[in-house]
């Protein structure tokens, strides 16, 4: 990070404070405290930051910003810590004059936000936000990272409730947007899709007037989305008005290959992720890139040594098993794209263990019973679910014809049942939303493996 003046700070949040000196960082958790930072107080569900003001300073901070006083003679005052950590990043960004490429979406945006960081690295140096730092806090965190040695930026925007994605692309002023889908994971508390779109729209709040916008063009609400006055990019597969398409698609148990014509010329791409889906983000990707004179050679042998970040869909073999590991988060979406994905790959037989997807409000029952019946659609042998919600998948799952269906509501009992019926050229999907922690079968089913090997 540059060094900031504290008058600098203060200008820029719009706060107060009666000393001056140097910033160096800007931390927000006392166990990861930098001498000579600023240490932020944010309020938030289990402590509160202004507790720990004191303790901060003794360590080595140089000041606190704070919204009540802490008794402190270097402290910077706001009223709400939380907004100001944004306008300051915001201030901050902007003191870098590269290109920022903003990635939101229903789902998926982790995945193209690291398929774009691969292909944008390929020629500038970037940055990006780790993990799923996208909320209000970790992505201001991640911006004041930015230092002169980097060239270009990828900043991922995740929401909860509309006017999050709006606040967050006022500080990062993205040169450029990727909206990837509109699907179901907000329901609960946006209501309807239409708004949801809305939301996810706000990416454009931040950018300049000329800034492009890249669109997921298969998805009809984006690409009948009034967009006024910006250039627009579409990506697809099925619509034939997209500038940049995909055709020729191959899946393996290893990757996906295809050719995509961007218009002007067409470059072959091997991915090592399975999936309609992973094909959509390696798109977007790779228009991002070609929009900022990235050559197609250099995009397309990035994404070939993408690498999936966390439990999002990594393929691991083991005893001669294909495993997808994809227990990151789960939504409607997300789960239909993992059982297609689970249905291209060559296997002996194909399992799919689902665990419950959560927040998705008064349509919660009705999305597991439409899973079950997407795993039967797509010719899924062998259906073992986790969790009460997944009751209905089992039972959609009978219904449409799966001969193996077993619910379960112990871990080690599901793990045990893989262990009994897997074998040697079968291809398991394990996949729920984050808080389930479906990775503890996974990882009891691959110690018992990897003994008897």
């Excluded at 970037?126 to 990828?154: C, F, H, M, Q, R």
């Excluded at 042998?301 to 994809?326: C, H, N, V, W």
């Amino acid at each position: 990070m540059k060094r900031l003046t504290v008058s600098e700070i203060a200008a820029a949040v719009g706060g107060s404070a009666r000393f001056d000196g140097e910033i160096n960082e800007v931390c927000t958790d006392t166990r990861a405290l930098v001498p000579g930072c600023l240490f932020i107080c944010i309020e938030g569900e289990r402590f509160d930051g202004h507790d720990f003001a004191k303790a901060a300073l003794e360590n080595g901070a140089a000041a606190v910003m704070c919204s009540r006083d802490t008794g402190s003679a270097n402290q910077i005052m706001v009223g709400d810590t939380r907004e100001a950590l944004l306008k300051l990043a915001g201030y901050y960004r902007r003191l870098f004059p590269i290109p920022v490429v903003g990635v939101t979406g229903s789902v998926g945006k982790t995945t193209t936000k690291d398929m774009t960081h691969a292909v944008l690295s390929s020629k500038f140096k970037t940055l990006k936000n780790e993990g799923n730092l996208n909320n209000e806090i970790g992505l201001p965190k991640t911006l004041l990272k930015l230092d002169d040695s980097y060239e270009a930026a990828v900043v991922e925007m995740g929401m909860s409730a509309a006017g999050e994605i709006s606040r967050l692309s006022h500080a990062a002023a993205p040169t450029m947007g990727i909206i990837g889908n509109i699907g179901v994971s907000h329901l609960e508390k946006l209501g309807t899709r239409e708004n949801i779109l809305r939301a996810k729209l706000e990416i454009t709040d931040g950018m300049d007037d000329d800034a492009p916008l890249i669109l997921n063009g298969d998805d009809e609400r984006l690409y009948n989305a009034k967009i006024q006055g910006r250039p627009v990019y579409y990506y697809g597969i099925d619509n034939k008005f997209c500038r940049f398409k995909a055709y020729d698609i191959v899946t393996d148990g290893e990757g996906s290959s295809f050719t995509l014509d961007f218009g002007c010329g067409e470059q072959s791409v091997r991915i090592p992720a399975v999936g309609i889906h992973n094909i959509y983000n390696a798109l977007a990707a790779f228009t991002a890139g070609f929009l900022i004179s990235v050559e197609p050679e250099a995009a397309a042998d990035a994404l070939s040594r993408y690498e999936p970040s966390g439990m999002r869909q990594r393929i691991r073999k083991t005893a001669g098993i294909t495993f997808i590991e994809d227990c990151y988060n789960a939504s409607p979406d997300s789960v239909r794209a993992a059982l297609s994905a689970l249905a291209g790959i060559k296997a002996g037989r194909r399992f799919a263990v689902l665990g419950d997807m959560l927040e998705l409000g008064s349509v919660a029952k009705e999305t597991h019973r439409q899973t079950g019946l997407y795993a039967a659609r797509y010719g899924i042998d062998a259906v073992y679910t986790y969790g009460e919600l997944s009751n209905n998948t089992a039972e959609a799952a009978r219904s449409g014809g799966i001969a193996v269906v077993e619910c379960f509501k112990d871990k080690k009992e599901l793990a045990n049942r893989l262990l009994e019926t897997v074998r040697e050229g079968d291809a398991v999907l394990v996949k729920a939303s984050r808080a389930i922690r479906l990775e503890d079968v996974l990882n009891t089913v691959y110690g018992e493996l990897e003994k008897d090997e």
